[in-house]
Nanobody, 120 residues
Framework: VQVVESGGGSVQGGGSLRLSCVVS????????AAWFRQPPGKQRERVAS???????NLADSVKGRFTISRDYDNGTLYLQMDNLKPEDTAIYFC???????????????WGQGTQVTVSS
């Protein structure tokens, strides 16, 4: 399984970015895909997840600003980030795992991460 993110960059506060993640080689048609982030000097945290039925979860800190979507035909996960704040600055990681991962389970496959920097 390969997980490859793209779309990070630098933006001023209030701006937008869209992250993409391609998951390939996952033999099970039904799996959970999610975005995590790790701010400088802090632990990694879950941002958003979406399972094969379309059920989504968003962290409270991003609700109303971030949207997670998924193209099931080509195995791509997206994270639309609007009204970005300096505290959103982090390395963003995409992850894939069994459906239980969306509800607190572990993810088995991770991308290399993409940097998002938001200036004030």
């Amino acid at each position: 399984v390969q997980v490859v993110e793209s779309g990070g960059g630098s933006v001023q506060g209030g701006g937008s970015l869209r992250l993409s993640c391609v998951v390939s080689g996952y033999t099970d048609k039904f799996y959970c895909a999610a975005w995590f982030r790790q701010p400088p000097g802090k632990q990694r945290e879950r941002v958003a997840s979406r399972d094969s039925d379309g059920s989504t979860n968003l962290a409270d800190s991003v609700k109303g600003r971030f949207t997670i979507s998924r193209d099931y035909d080509n195995g791509t996960l997206y994270l639309q980030m609007d009204n970005l704040k300096p505290e959103d600055t982090a390395i963003y990681f995409c992850a894939a795992g069994p459906l239980g991962s969306c509800w607190g389970g572990q993810f088995g496959y991770w991308g290399q991460g993409t940097q998002v920097t938001v200036s004030s």
